[in-house]
């Protein structure tokens, strides 16, 4: 349980690649934020941008104890870039609760941080997720469906994926331009309703002490981009451990500003994205049962 003595103290990590000006406008979101007998402290990771990243987010932070800037000394991709940052926010403090947050994301309302205290009062939930509206989709992200724990399915959907890739690898050779690759969208009902029976995106996640305390890194490690929601509901499955999904706060998800940033041509991110999706998924299947 909370203690009613002490601050709740709120641990963010948040991943920066390239779009240093992306990451203050989101910094700037948290520190905004009703602290009242709080205490919240920022980390924010740079993934070894090959820009000047780093030196100008450090510069304009340096005088705010609220706010630590580090840099990796090779893009760690999601997991373990995220791992890096959390590490470093354990040395410093121990957070009763984790805040893991893309760059591109911009909070609606001051009163997150009472949101999370009161969620984990009612439903002590070990990893909670917020309704995530997507401004470059304009559509909901999250909750997810969940991705198949067996093992045969798992493999079929690998082998759809190699033959997606393939595609996409001729495309590239011919120099064929190509749609973006369809995501799911979600009926109303989906995104409004409260549950513990789905996946959350990960482009926004709250970990409590009820998850931290179960494992010694946040993510598995394992992958470099791309289902890390899924490998973080194994793990909460594996261990009867509450991910809770609540439309009662939304938060805005710019989504792919990195991503464009590092390569322009559609067909290009959609052979990346698969690869790296490809390399995840049989991770994946090696851990299941």
């Not at 989709?137 to 079929?156: A, L, T, V």
């Not at 050779?173 to 969208?185: F, M, V």
């Not at 451990?241 to 710019?254: A, G, N, Q, R, V």
Request: hydrophobic share 35%; charged share 25%.
């Amino acid at each position: 349980m909370l203690s009613v003595a002490n601050p709740v103290k709120f641990g963010v990590v948040i991943l920066n690649y390239l779009a240093y000006q992306v990451t203050i406008d989101c910094i700037e979101c948290f520190l905004k934020l009703d602290q009242t007998n709080k205490f919240m402290k920022i980390i924010v990771v740079d993934n070894h941008s090959p820009n000047d990243s780093y030196e100008i987010l450090r510069k304009k932070y340096d005088a705010n104890s609220q706010v630590e800037i580090v840099q990796t000394d090779e893009n760690l991709g999601f997991a373990r870039g995220n791992n890096y940052g959390y590490q470093i926010l354990k040395k410093e403090m121990e957070p009763d609760f984790v805040i893991f947050s893309n760059d591109d994301i911009l909070l609606k309302d001051q009163k997150l941080l009472s949101w999370i205290e009161n969620m984990y009062i009612k439903y002590e939930f070990a990893v909670l997720g917020p309704k995530i509206y997507s401004k470059y989709g304009k559509y909901y992200q999250s909750p997810m469906e969940n991705f198949s724990q067996n093992k045969n399915e798992c493999r079929k959907k690998l082998f759809e994926y190699r033959i997606i890739l393939a595609k996409l690898k001729v495309k590239k050779i011919l120099h064929k331009k190509s749609k973006s690759l369809a995501e799911k969208k979600y009926k109303d009902a989906e995104y409004q309703t409260m549950t513990t029976e789905k996946t959350l995106h990960g482009s926004f996640l709250i970990m409590s002490k009820k998850y931290l305390n179960e494992f010694a890194e946040p993510f598995d490690p394992n992958t470099y981009l791309y289902m890390e929601e899924n490998l973080l509901k194994l793990r909460c499955d594996t261990k009867s451990l509450t991910m809770l999904y609540s439309p009662d706060y939304e938060i805005i998800h710019l989504q792919a500003i990195a991503t464009n940033m590092v390569v322009s041509d559609q067909t290009q991110r959609d052979y990346k994205r698969i690869k790296n999706i490809i390399a995840s998924l049989k991770y994946y299947i090696s851990i299941l049962k």
